[in-house]
Every structure is written in C-alpha cells, then in structure tokens.
C-alpha cells in the first residue's frame, strides 16, 4: 500500500519561502505523475502544480507560475514544492498525491497524503 507523506510546511512571512517535501513508500515512486493541491478554510480543494514521472513535463496552477517550482528525486522517492514570494491567499493545506497522468485534475489522482498546513502573515 502506497503512503505519502508531507513535510516542511509552517509559518512563513509574506514574500518570504518554504519548501514542502512529499515522501513515498510502499510503491512505485518512479512510475508516476506526482501533484501538489491545496485546500484553504471554507474553499473548493485547488491545484497547485504536478509533474511527470520522469521530471520532464510540470504544470503550474496560474497562481503558482513564476514563484513555485515542483521537482522530484526519483532515487530519494520524494517530490519538492519550492515556494517563494509568498503571499497570504498561499495559506492553506497543502496536500501532495499520486496518479498516472501531471494534469490538474484532482479526480486521476489516486493516492493522498495528509496535508501539510503552511500560514503566511503579513
């Protein structure tokens, strides 16, 4: 059975950085497409960015273009969410997933992990 488990989230000052990692085990992490999702209080889950099992093809949510960068060690079974010029509507929980396709939607994924939350303050 596949886990994933998130890390690196927290408090962080607007226009400030974090780096989220998302562990797997118990599968096959090279042979998926890897996403980052996030889901703030009282809103719709949203998507954040995902990429190929290989690292060749990502995809950013507009929002996330131009300050995140999603990247994956495939020898270290982990997958990275690098995030600067944080803003406060950046707060959320932050889950990461598995599926077989980099796309946007949620519904292709099939494995979850629990979420990591990451606030930003002014």
């Known amino acids: 059975q596949a886990q994933l488990v998130e890390s690196g989230g927290g408090l962080a000052q607007a226009g400030g950085s974090l780096r989220l990692s998302c562990t797997a085990s118990?599968?096959?992490?090279?042979?998926?497409?890897m996403g980052w999702f996030r889901q703030a209080p009282g809103k719709e889950r949203e998507f954040v960015a995902a990429?190929?099992?290989?690292?060749?093809?990502?995809k950013y949510a507009e929002s996330a273009k131009g300050r995140f960068t999603i990247s994956r060690d495939n020898a270290k079974n982990t997958m990275y969410l690098q995030m600067s010029s944080l803003k406060l509507e950046d707060t959320a929980v932050y889950y990461c997933?598995?599926?077989?396709?980099?796309?946007?939607?949620?519904?292709?994924?099939?494995?979850w992990g629990q979420g990591t939350q990451v606030t930003v303050s002014s």
């Open positions: 997933a598995r599926g077989p396709h980099p796309v946007e939607s949620p519904v292709t994924y099939n494995t």
């Open positions: 118990g599968g096959s992490f090279n042979l998926y497409a």
């Open positions: 990429i190929s099992w290989s690292g060749g093809t990502t």
